[in-house]
Every structure is written in structure tokens, then in C-alpha cells.
């Protein structure tokens, strides 16, 4: 059982580049979220899905993108990559509204240069 | 939003002394409030939560408290061994943990030998 698996686990982008940061999940969760991490400054909830087709805003929805057209994809898009988008993407999924133990992929590190 | 305090920032303790952790929270609607370890390098792990309906909750050497009235939960671990050395981060959801998790900024906890 994979769980939550994240590509690529590294990246350098340069300015203005764009990319999509990949999350698939095989264990039919309904929840899906994107974090990022910033060193000393915990995780911050980028977006968040609750079922295919239906995503939402979290914290720090600025400069991201995110689709949910599958139960088992949810990907992370940065269209004109930054320095502050400099962090550790974390996927994470969890089963329902009471099932609530959030499952983490292994992490994207990205650098914008 | 919701904003979620920890401290201390770091905590050494001898190995087999005891560890607490607390976080305050800001919203009183908050109903769901998990611990995660996160080991260097890898992703969050979910080692204990709490739901707002209960005061106490252990597992082994690991226990959660909850003040809904002062709004504080902290986390303790009895007889700490070497490989609780890690980051613990607490954190609170208003939506049960369903609509993602507001995170402290981390503990990191160092056990010394």
C-alpha cells in the first residue's frame, strides 16, 4: 500500500518558471490538502479538496493553483515561480469528515533562484 | 482564522525525564486537535489527537490534554527514550479536521543521553 505518494522530491526552478508538483493517493480518500513548509514556521494550508471536482482556499492560496478532476489526484500548479515559493510542499489526504488522520506524502523540495 | 501558539521552541530533557509541550489556540469553535512527529528529513506523523468532547486521552508514554475553557492542550511523554527525538507540532481544525489543520510552528524535542 503506497499511501500518499508526491514527484518530484526535489527541484530548482528558476524565476518565472511554472511547474506542477504531482500527489496521488490509493487508499479513496476524500480529503486532500497541500502544505507548505517554511524552516521554524510550522505547515500553512495551501489549498484543499473535500471530493473530486470540489477544491477550496486555505491560508495561502497566493500564487498556487489546484485541480481535483479524480478521487486519487490532486495537483499542486505555480504558474510564475518565486523566491517566496522557496519551501517543502507536503501532500496529505485523509478518509472522511470524522476519519481525520491526516496521511503525508514524503515531500517536494523546491528552490526558485 | 484560527491561530495555533507552542512552546517551547526547544526542549532537552534526560532520556527516561518526562517532556511537555503546550499550544494555546485562538478560536473556540476549534472541535479537533492532533500531535504529529516529525523526524529529520521525513514527513509529519500523526501520534496522538484529541476531539474537543474529551478532557484526557493516552496511548503508552504519550498522553493529550485539552482546556477548552483556557483554550490550551498540551502533550506529554513519560520515559523518554532517544528516538522521541524529533519535532512534535500541534495543531487545531475548526471543521473536526476536515477542512485541513492550523499548525503550531514545532517543538523540537532533543533527548539527551
Known amino acids: 500500500n503506497a499511501g500518499v505518494t508526491q514527484t518530484p522530491k526535489f527541484r530548482i526552478l528558476k524565476i518565472g518558471q511554472s511547474m506542477t508538483l504531482q500527489c496521488t493517493q490509493d487508499m479513496n480518500h476524500n480529503y486532500m490538502y497541500w502544505y507548505r513548509q517554511d524552516p521554524g514556521m510550522g505547515l500553512k494550508l495551501i489549498y484543499y479538496?473535500?471530493?473530486?471536482?470540489?477544491?477550496d482556499k486555505g491560508e495561502v492560496p497566493n500564487g498556487y493553483n489546484v485541480s481535483r478532476s479524480t478521487t486519487e489526484d490532486f495537483p499542486l500548479r505555480l504558474e510564475l515561480a518565486a523566491p517566496s515559493q522557496t519551501s517543502v510542499y507536503f501532500c496529505?489526504?485523509?478518509?472522511?469528515?470524522?476519519?481525520?488522520?491526516?496521511?503525508f506524502g514524503q515531500g517536494t523540495r523546491l528552490t526558485v533562484v | 482564522g484560527e491561530n495555533v501558539e507552542q512552546h517551547p521552541s526547544t526542549l532537552s530533557v534526560q532520556e527516561g525525564d518526562s517532556a511537555v509541550i503546550k499550544c494555546t489556540y485562538s478560536d473556540s469553535a476549534s472541535n479537533y486537535f492532533p500531535w504529529y512527529k516529525q523526524e529529520l528529513g521525513k514527513r509529519p506523523q500523526l501520534i496522538i489527537d484529541i476531539r474537543s468532547n474529551v478532557g484526557e486521552k493516552k496511548d503508552q508514554r504519550i498522553a493529550v490534554t485539552l482546556n477548552k475553557t483556557a483554550k490550551h492542550f498540551s502533550l506529554h511523554i513519560t520515559e523518554t527514550q532517544p528516538e522521541d527525538s524529533a519535532v512534535y507540532f500541534c495543531a487545531a481544525s475548526l471543521g473536526g479536521g476536515a477542512d485541513g489543520l492550523t499548525f503550531g510552528k514545532g517543538t523540537h524535542l532533543i533527548i539527551q543521553p
Open positions: 479538496s473535500v471530493g473530486a471536482g470540489i477544491t
Open positions: 496529505a489526504s485523509s478518509a472522511d469528515g470524522k476519519n481525520t488522520e491526516a496521511f
